[in-house]
């Protein structure tokens, strides 16, 4: 049984840290419930308020833990791993997934690459001759956890009727029937740090400025010819992105 030990070489908070640890492993302390305060693990183990801060600053800023003002802390719940072999399961391509419609499709809507100069870029578009872009957004839950928010980007020029397909719920056999040549074969990615904004707050069930893990991945026909860019946004607090390289 952990506890705390006075007289151990080992820092009270780390010791506080464990025991804490310990109980979430346990499952004394389950997912989404209230630890005790400050003041009851002060008095239970005998210990000061800053070793009892420290442990639980600590414990929330590795994950363990999220705090609700006013409310307390709480045990965050255990994270998704999400295995990355390829770039199929990595960016959950609309183009490459065997029924798109599926997807807990949130919004489809066509923009212009006048809207975003990006899209220019990534498409190999000349600004002066701008496509429309069909914009299909999407979340991934896991138990009713929404982990997830992405993005997928399909020029209209290559897929015109990519919209009306998916409303009709075509698997995407049938989306790449005749368009054998732009069937996505391979992906670059990128990976980044942001942070939630008031949209993505509202779909990814969290307060703005929490920190995402962001991965934008450009699919590529065999041709070289771009077909398909996804934004995929991961709650950092609810995600491990597993990464697996063969040589």
Not at 30 to 40: F, G, L, Y
Not at 60 to 76: A, I
Not at 172 to 197: A, C, F, M, Q, W
Request: with cysteine; proline share 6%; glycine share 6%.
């Amino acid at each position: 049984m952990v506890d705390i030990n006075k007289y151990s070489n080992v820092p009270l908070y780390c010791q506080l840290k464990n025991l804490i640890l310990d109980k979430i492993e346990k499952g004394e302390f389950k997912a989404d419930s209230k630890i005790p305060s400050e003041q009851e693990f002060c008095e239970k183990y005998d210990i000061s308020r800053p070793t009892v801060r420290q442990a639980i600053n600590e414990l929330t800023t590795s994950g363990h833990l999220y705090k609700l003002k006013g409310k307390g802390t709480f045990v965050s719940t255990r994270k998704t791993h999400i295995h990355i072999k390829d770039y199929t399961g990595f960016t959950d391509s609309i183009l490459d997934s065997k029924n798109p419609a599926e997807k807990n499709i949130v919004s489809i809507e066509v923009v212009s690459s006048k809207q975003d100069e990006k899209l220019n870029e990534l498409f190999g578009l000349k600004p002066e001759t701008p496509g429309e872009f069909a914009v299909i957004t999407y979340i991934n839950n896991l138990g009713g956890d929404v982990f997830s928010l992405n993005t997928s980007y399909i020029p209209l020029y290559l897929f015109p009727d990519i919209c009306e397909d998916i409303r009709l719920k075509k698997p995407s056999h049938d989306i790449l029937r005749g368009k054998y040549p732009l069937i996505p074969n391979t992906s670059k990615s990128v990976l980044e740090v942001v942070y939630t904004d008031q949209k993505d707050a509202a779909y990814l069930k969290v307060q703005p400025g929490q920190p995402l893990i962001r991965v934008g991945n450009i699919l590529y026909a065999k041709n070289g010819q771009p077909v398909e860019y996804i934004v995929s946004k991961y709650r950092a607090d609810k995600c491990v992105l597993n990464f697996e390289n063969h040589k």
